[in-house]
T-cell receptor, first 114, second 110 residues
Framework: KAGVTQTPRYLIKTRGQQVTLSCSPI?????VSWYQQTPGQGLQFLFE???????NKGNFPGRFSGRQFSNSRSEMNVSTLELGDSALYLC?????????????FGPGTRLTVL | QKEVEQDPGPLSVPEGAIVSLNCTYS??????FMWYRQYSRKGPELLMY????GNKEDGRFTAQVDKSSKYISLFIRDSQPSDSATYLC??????????FGQGTRLTINP
């Protein structure tokens, strides 16, 4: 079974731009969670989608948004990029809701904001 | 106070040593406990999954959960240089999202 895939793997943007990241979950998984990972803050939860509905949301500003499609693929968008948004963005999928089921991570998208 | 506390290390031990990694938590609703391993510039990969209290063993790895003390551990026996990575504990339950520890950076020296 193919694992979680994320595209693109690397991105370089400038302040003020917006970016869209994509995540394809493991086949059959209905939950997709997004995390931001930085050396100082560790792994921080952004949001979780289950069957196209946002189930949980972390403590991030409204510039961070996401959605999930009927095929469970998910995208997250960051508008008006700031230098502090530079991070590894990880997507994880699970068969059931994220808090109840094992999450499998993708390789991440490394975003650099200049 | 964070929901999950994990000593970030770094932790450095000689090859062959027994490694003990720990997390404490405050939310008694947590029922699912996991350990992930993350190599540099990669996504975390699941190592161990435990439901409720007790021990689980998988090869050189043993996970322990003590819900009464709100304390979980991961033991690595006969540690190898290939075990050098960051280890993250994670826990969840019910309608709650999965919560991760800060991660402990481990180095096994040959």
């Amino acid at each position: 079974k193919a694992g979680v895939t994320q595209t693109p793997r690397y991105l370089i943007k400038t302040r003020g731009q917006q970016v869209t990241l994509s995540c394809s979950p493991i086949s059959g998984h209905r939950s997709v969670s997004w995390y931001q990972q930085t050396p100082g803050q560790g792994l921080q939860f952004l949001f979780e989608y289950f069957s196209e509905t946002q189930r949980n949301k972390g403590n991030f500003p409204g510039r961070f948004s996401g959605r999930q499609f009927s095929n469970s693929r998910s995208e997250m968008n960051v508008s008006t990029l700031e230098l502090g948004d530079s991070a590894l963005y990880l997507c994880a999928s699970s068969a059931g809701p994220g808090g109840e089921d094992t999450q499998y991570f993708g390789p991440g998208t490394r975003l650099t904001v200049l | 106070q964070k929901e999950v506390e994990q000593d970030p290390g770094p932790l450095s031990v000689p090859e062959g040593a027994i490694v003990s990694l720990n997390c404490t938590y405050s939310n008694s609703a947590f029922q699912y406990f996991m350990w992930y391993r993350q190599y540099s510039r990669k996504g975390p990969e699941l190592l161990m999954y435990t439901y409720s209290s007790g021990n689980k063993e998988d090869g050189r790895f043993t996970a322990q959960v003590d819900k009464s003390s709100k304390y979980i551990s991961l033991f690595i026996r006969d540690s190898q240089p290939s075990d050098s990575a960051t280890y993250l504990c994670a826990m969840g339950g019910g309608a709650q999202k999965l919560v991760f520890g800060q991660g402990t950076r481990l180095t096994i020296n040959p």
